[in-house]
């Protein structure tokens, strides 16, 4: 069986500029694409490269769409070369949704964490996610000096509720001085734990820190495509992988190599639309759960209402998923000439 394949680009304003520890960050480029079967149905997917994380160029994955065919099989949607990891992930979800209509995720109701921002406006936000009823807050760190940080580290702590846990994400910003800093700073502390503390390339001392230290210590930026996260479970990391479902390809694939690995899984968003961030979810419904909350605080991140899925708040459920019918997202779009 054949789809008809259409794709449209978009490029989207944040709602409010990302601070991390690589600089200003406004706005994203992606691609939404949508196959349509002779009966008349739809779905969307969505490609939101992140090429500073490993995947595909936005460039590059426009090329890659403008070449494929306007009639896909099975065969065409599931063999994205595994270069065009954000492109395979969206052909992937995109052809198991209009296949399987009737398969949606099991129903579950995931904890939900919250981004805070870097810098002093953290403790503010973590009261106010408190107030929400968020137990798990995640905090941007690496961004101003650590000894500014650091001492923000208690007054942030403080906002938590009871039972609350805070996770750090220094984005690689650290070398290991400051790494060791942070991590006696961390000790008997409600931190649940530390990401990405060095940049790609450079994280050698986690293992060593990571059997010094009770602090757990999560890889993220390195492990976010396929080859970089098959060799940290290669090699046994004994920490946590933050997977971004949206970044890592084939997810039928990702979900077997988890399991096969036996490892412990944090999932994260990646700044898509509702339509990634509904089939990110769904993979991560379908992954076994292991307790820990979902790391998808960019939910709403879009200025334009039309691109966001609603805040599902500190937990979101399936059944709620499945009631958020896609908007007039992909009306909303406008096409781009086909390439010759
Ligand atoms: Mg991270």
Redesign the pocket.
């Known amino acids: 069986m054949s789809v008809r394949f259409e794709y449209r680009p978009y490029r989207a304003s944040f709602r409010q500029p990302l601070l991390t520890a690589h600089g200003v960050w406004a706005e994203r480029e992606g691609i939404i694409v949508r196959l349509l079967d002779d009966a008349g149905r739809e779905s969307l997917g969505e490609i939101a490269p992140l090429p500073d994380w490993g995947t595909e160029t936005f460039a590059s994955a426009l090329a890659f769409c403008s070449a494929l065919p306007r009639q896909l099989d099975e065969q065409a949607a599931r063999t994205v070369p595994d270069a065009l990891p954000c492109c395979q992930f969206a052909l992937e979800t995109a052809w198991e949704t209009l296949q399987r209509p009737d398969h949606p995720a099991p129903v579950r109701t995931l904890p939900m964490a919250t981004l805070l921002p870097a810098g002093a406006g953290a403790v503010a936000a973590a009261a106010r996610a408190t107030a929400r009823g968020f137990t798990t807050m995640k905090w941007k760190v690496g961004v101003g000096p650590a000894a500014t940080e650091l001492a923000l580290l208690p007054r942030v702590l403080e906002q938590l509720p009871a039972g609350g846990q805070l996770r750090l994400?220094a984005?690689g910003a650290w070398d290991l001085p400051t790494a060791r800093l942070w991590l006696e700073a961390c000790a008997d502390r409600p931190v649940e734990f530390i990401?990405?503390p060095f940049p790609v390339g450079q994280e050698e001392p986690v293992i060593s820190l990571a059997n010094e230290f009770a602090t757990r210590i999560a890889l993220?930026?390195s492990v976010a495509v396929r080859a970089n996260l098959l060799r940290w479970l290669e090699f046994g990391w004994p920490g946590i992988y933050?997977i971004k479902p949206s970044l890592a390809g084939s997810p039928r694939r990702l979900l077997h190599l988890l399991d096969g690995y036996e490892a412990e899984a944090v999932f994260?968003s990646a700044f898509e639309t509702a339509v990634g961030l509904r089939a990110a979810l769904q993979l991560v419904a379908r992954a076994p759960g292991n307790g820990r909350a979902v790391g998808f605080g960019t939910i709403g991140c879009f200025a334009d209402e039309r691109l966001n899925l609603p805040d599902p708040g500190p937990t979101l459920s399936t059944k709620w998923l499945a009631r958020q019918a896609p908007g007039p997202l992909w009306e909303h779009l406008s096409t781009v000439p086909r390439a010759a």
């Open positions: 994400d984005n990401e990405q993220d930026e933050v994260s």
